[in-house]
Every structure is written in structure tokens, then in C-alpha cells.
């Protein structure tokens, strides 16, 4: 498998969720005080279902019934029912999430990717934007945020910072987005989560 590839499976945006969550719980020690680790346990578990195991099923059904004609969704204008079931898992997420009570900066961070999905879909109509980009954006997007907010790992940011362009890299690579489609996902991917923890 080339690198780019692998690149653009290991940070497919289908995994941006669950690895925010992963990042927040091992790598921001001020989360420990607010959950124990049943609680972090029982919300990875729902994240993985929810943004992961779910919208990976819907995708199966729509190239069944023909709606999409490839799994890898290359035409930008097959990505809106992928995108808008994706977006129903994810706000059924939230409904669990909020009856648990948890800590404001989870429910931000599902906020923020439920925006990232709407917006996906609303430029998918008419413009190929880079949801890699838009996914890693929006987890580095969230932890400037989290960093400013409460304090934390500075070498996380870097670490971050890096893989996106590792990601964009891949993506440029691989012929699948020209520059413009890679830095402006990035760009609204990170304004959007940033903005939701402000705002």
C-alpha cells in the first residue's frame, strides 16, 4: 500500500470522532477530575457505534440500492446521503450524550462535527472540498480551542498540526484534491470547531 493511502485510511474522517475523544481523555489531564473511566468507557463505546459502525452500514446500504456507486464516494455529489445519514447517527449521539450530562467540551466537540457534516453537505452540491481535511481540521480546530480554554499539551497541537499535513499531503498524492479543496477544508474545519467552544 503506497503512504499517501495509508495516510488517507488512517485519518479517514469517519475516525475523527472517536480519536478526539481518545485525544481528549489520555491527553488533557483536566478530564480526569470530571470522569471516571467507566464513563470515558461507555462514551467511546457510543461514539464508535454512533459516528463509526453506523454511518459505515449506511454507506453499505446506499451502494446496495445504488444511490452511490463507489464506497470511496469520489463524485462529490454521491457524498450528500452519505453525509446526511451520517449527520441523523451523529444527532442521535448527542440525544444520548445529553441525558448522561457530561462535561460541555464532549457534547462541543459532536456539535462541531455535526456543523462540519452540514456544511460538507450543503458545498458538496456544487464544489469538491477535501472531508479529510475538514475532519483533521476540525479535531486541531478543537484542541486551540480546549488548549486556550483550560491549558494543555502543547506538543498534542504540534503532533496535530503535523498529521494534517501529512493528511493533505496524501490527499494531493493520491489525485483526489487539488490545493484549494485541501486548505480550504482545513481552514473551515478548524474555524468551525474553534468557533462552536466560543461561541
Known amino acids: 500500500m503506497k503512504l499517501s493511502k495509508l495516510i488517507s485510511f488512517v485519518f479517514h474522517p469517519i475516525l475523527m470522532p472517536t480519536y478526539a475523544l481518545l485525544l ?23 461514539t464508535c457505534i454512533f459516528t463509526f459502525f453506523l454511518p459505515i452500514l449506511s454507506v453499505f446500504i446506499l451502494k446496495k440500492l445504488r444511490v452511490v456507486s463507489s464506497y470511496y464516494m469520489e463524485n462529490q455529489e454521491e457524498r450528500r446521503w452519505p453525509l446526511l445519514f451520517a449527520l441523523g447517527w451523529y444527532y442521535l449521539l448527542f440525544l444520548f450524550l445529553e441525558t448522561l450530562h457530561i462535561h460541555f467540551v464532549v457534547v462541543n466537540l459532536l456539535v462541531g462535527a455535526m456543523l462540519i457534516l452540514v456544511i460538507s453537505a450543503i458545498v458538496s452540491n456544487f464544489w469538491k472540498i477535501s472531508l479529510h481535511m475538514l475532519g483533521i481540521g476540525g479535531v486541531l480546530g478543537a484542541f486551540l480551542a480546549i488548549h486556550s480554554l483550560f491549558g494543555g499539551n502543547i506538543y498534542l497541537i504540534i503532533a496535530l498540526i503535523f498529521c494534517a499535513g501529512c493528511v493533505g499531503f496524501a490527499r494531493i498524492n493520491e489525485n483526489a484534491h487539488n490545493l484549494k479543496q485541501v486548505y480550504l477544508g482545513f481552514l473551515l474545519g478548524v474555524f468551525i470547531e474553534f468557533f462552536i467552544f466560543y461561541f
Open 24 to 46: 481528549l481523555f489520555q491527553c488533557i489531564p483536566l478530564f480526569s477530575q470530571f470522569m471516571d473511566i467507566e464513563q470515558k468507557k461507555q462514551i467511546l463505546k457510543l
